[in-house]
């Protein structure tokens, strides 16, 4: 960018051709979801794995363990229907059936599609390695 000095009658220095941002588009935030399905009528929350700091939501339970480290995951707050529904509306178009080998628990995900590379994955009930659907 080429920054023009002395531009116009005033000579302010601003030129808003070349000063402005390229991109206009806002950030939209990637929500990761694990659970049943959102219109199943769960109370779900918003959950943080404490090691690699990464947030999701899921149904509300005993005890839940982060999907991404097997480890206990903490509860950041309840969500109430409406924001989980507006959070989610447009995220839940990827969603992948699993089912954990060890508890026989029976959930969606869409973490597969916004994290690539990531191979990995963890039950949110029982904290043992999954093998989901690809």
Avoid: W
């Avoid at 480290?69 to 509306?89: D, N, S």
């Amino acid at each position: 960018m080429r920054l023009v000095l002395g531009f116009g009658i005033t000579a302010t220095g601003y030129y808003p051709y070349t000063q402005k941002p390229v991109d206009y588009q806002p950030y939209r935030p990637v929500y990761l979801f694990r659970g049943p399905p959102p219109d199943a009528g769960f109370s779900y929350g918003l959950f943080e794995d404490e090691t690699l700091k990464k947030q999701y939501y899921s149904e509300l339970g005993l005890e839940p363990y982060s999907p991404f480290t097997g480890k206990p995951a903490k509860l950041v707050k309840e969500v109430e229907e409406y924001e989980f529904q507006r959070a989610m509306e447009n995220m839940l178009e990827n969603l992948e059936d699993c089912e954990c080998a060890h508890c026989g628990a029976k959930f969606k995900q869409n973490m597969r599609a916004h994290l690539k590379g990531r191979e990995e994955y963890y039950c949110h009930r029982c904290g043992a390695k999954l093998s989901c659907n690809k």
